[in-house]
């Protein structure tokens, strides 16, 4: 396989279709205030894109009053057409960091790089696996409008689906998993009423990428490919040598921001659970453009994992911040809907743990604490930090949303359980009457399989019952003899009880080749496959319209497809109550396989904030 991904990356663009708006702004306003409850805007901190200024502005517990006439909101400048590391100007050195400079990279040339070639790759940080076929990277691609349409894209979706994903911006050095890629965003705009449809892709412009483009190779040590053994801690010494003389700036984080997309008080935030959040705006033609780190106006100092929650009936979202240096080694994380904090509770948990996602109820959130942990002293032995350890017992803490104190938590085991992803919980009542919390989750065995590579993977649709009463607990496969995993719920129904999920069906892992739309009272599972040699994502739910209750399964399936056969990518909507396909876009450019993602309604889009 050619790894000379640079050359594949910056390769020259064919021009794009002629740019006309898809959705009009209200107006190009700063707000400076939250506004009242009642109001459609949001309260905002006002961030650079290179070593933002850190710049807070007042907020008060209470109903905050009517904001002033906002000032003028000039236009951001449109983002280059293409992204490579000749836009990002070199970084001035002076003579003793151009010495340290040229010492280190001899360092890393004539000893780290030695040590990393004897270190074994598996198949999972095996480069020459990781970026095969649709698993290679791309570059970005600038807004293409009026895409040919097969069928018709239903009326009430109107607004764009946001898909994250690894994309290396450079060929790696070493080892490469495919959490490891930078952080791009693949944005496909749909317009129903006119049947009309667009894509454009974008990295996130994120420190590490920035100032890795500045340096014109990578630096940042790459967390699961390169850390491993006497040579990740090599590397890892390297970096902070490189740091130390000023060449490279880790102080802004050092993220990926390429796991998830979330949209949340007036913004579209890309995550990953290594940095705090990055806001990407999307524009009147549907194009992409990073405004900056967002650390929720100062009030969020580490970093947070990429599958916070957003309650439906509130607007609040929860999330959590795990920590593997220091204690404490988790905390949770609660914000109003005007992105005002009103939570910060430290959980005491015994080694620092992998919390990828968790869930919750109309009253509680559901945390689990798992066999995947972090322990650095490995590496020492010349293993990795993240290892499955088996007499550590997996158990779920379920903690009120309003919690003031971490003694509120109630923690349950629940043997041989390890959740990459969570899908919803709920609370009900047995037939003695005592409360139960229902939760919906992949359960993935070996717990170390996207790790190690093992051959026998499984990830099962399980449904776990937490008795609150009796601290006991059971576990119920949903759906045997079959993968399942990435998917969604209606996310209107968040923390109630649901009747369907609807997840990727990962055969041949870690391939999708079509959705499951699961029955959780009968088990029945219906399925769309996309054919042979087609291979698909997460499947995103679209209600059919989301400011009212419908029913469950009144709403849309979206995903891209490759054709690996053929060599096109596609978009597919289906409907979810049937499983049939209404429309097809076809996309100008390859989308290579990726993580999650979300839509964004036109209304949300008209009411972003920078």
């Not at 600038?142 to 069928?151: A, F, K, R, S």
């Not at 040590?221 to 060449?247: T, V």
Request: hydrophobic share 35%.
């Amino acid at each position: 396989m050619n790894l000379s991904l640079t050359h594949h990356l910056f390769s020259t663009s064919p021009p794009p279709s002629s740019k006309s708006p898809f959705f009009k702004t209200k107006s190009n306003t700063r707000i400076t205030q939250p506004p009242p409850p009642s109001s459609s805007s949001c309260k905002i901190t006002c961030k650079l894109l290179i070593n933002p200024s850190e710049k807070s502005f007042p907020r008060k517990d209470n109903k905050p009053p009517p904001p002033p006439p906002p000032p003028p909101f000039p236009q951001p400048p449109e983002p280059p057409s293409i992204f490579s590391p000749t836009t990002i100007p070199p970084p001035h050195h002076n003579p003793f960091q151009k010495l340290a400079a040229a010492a280190l990279d001899m360092v890393e040339k004539s000893i780290v790089t030695n040590m990393e070639k004897h270190h074994k790759l598996n198949r999972m940080v095996d480069p020459t696996v990781q970026l095969e076929g649709n698993y290679a990277p791309v570059q970005e691609c600038p807004v293409h409008q009026d895409l040919e349409v097969v069928g018709t894209i239903p009326a009430s979706v109107r607004g764009a689906y946001l898909r994250n994903g690894g994309n290396p911006l450079f060929e790696p050095i070493s080892g490469h998993h495919f959490f490891d890629g930078d952080g791009m965003i693949h944005a496909v705009t749909l317009a129903g009423p006119e049947n009309r449809a667009g894509y454009a892709c974008r990295f996130t412009r994120t420190n590490r990428l920035l100032g890795e483009a500045a340096l014109r190779k990578p630096v940042f040590p790459k967390q699961i490919g390169e850390l491993h053994g006497h040579s990740g801690l090599a590397r890892l010494a390297l970096f902070a040598a490189r740091a130390l003389a000023g060449l490279v700036n880790a102080a802004d984080g050092f993220g990926l921001a390429n796991v998830n997309v979330v949209y949340f008080n007036g913004r579209i935030l890309a995550m990953s659970e290594d940095d705090l959040p990055y806001t990407v705006r999307l524009t009147e033609t549907g194009d992409l453009e990073t405004i900056g780190q967002y650390d929720f106006d100062g009030q969020v100092k580490g970093s947070m994992i990429a599958h916070p929650k957003v309650d439906p009936a509130t607007g609040d979202l929860y999330t959590l911040s795990y920590n593997i240096l220091s204690k404490p080694y988790l905390k949770f994380l609660k914000f109003d809907k005007w992105g005002n904090k009103s939570r910060e509770l430290a959980i005491s948990i015994e080694q620092p743990t992998m919390i990828h996602d968790f869930t919750m109820t109309e009253a509680h959130v559901v945390i689990p604490d798992h066999q995947m942990v972090f322990k650095l002293s490995e590496m020492m032995r010349g293993g990795s930090p993240v290892i499955h350890d088996p007499n550590k017992m997996t158990r779920f803490g379920v903690l009120p949303k309003d919690a003031v104190d971490e003694s509120e938590i109630r923690w349950i085991d629940v043997p041989e359980c390890f959740c990459f992803h969570m899908w919803n919980a709920w609370e009900e009542h047995d037939e003695n009457g005592d409360k139960i919390i229902v939760v919906i989750n992949s359960c993935m065995t070996p717990a170390d399989s996207i790790f190690s590579g093992s051959d026998d993977l499984k990830s099962e649709l399980s449904e776990i019952r937490l008795n609150l009463k009796t601290g006991g607990s059971t576990r119920r496969v949903v759906v045997s003899g079959m993968n399942l995993e990435a998917g969604q719920i209606n996310k209107q129904q968040l923390g109630k009880k649901t009747r369907y999920v609807y997840l990727a069906i990962a055969d041949p892992w870690p391939k999708c080749s079509g959705i499951a739309r699961v029955d959780l009272e009968t088990g029945e599972v219906t399925k769309f496959l996309y054919g042979p040699h087609r291979f698909g994502g997460e499947p995103c739910f679209v209600p059919v319209t989301a400011e009212e209750e419908d029913e469950e399964e009144e709403g849309y399936l979206m995903s891209f497809v490759r054709d690996e056969e053929n060599e096109k990518s596609e978009f597919v909507i289906l409907k979810a109550s049937t499983m049939e396909q209404v429309a097809l876009v076809k996309l100008p450019k390859r989308v290579p396989y990726g993580f999650h993602g979300t839509f964004v309604s036109a209304k949300e889009i008209q009411r972003q904030c920078f």
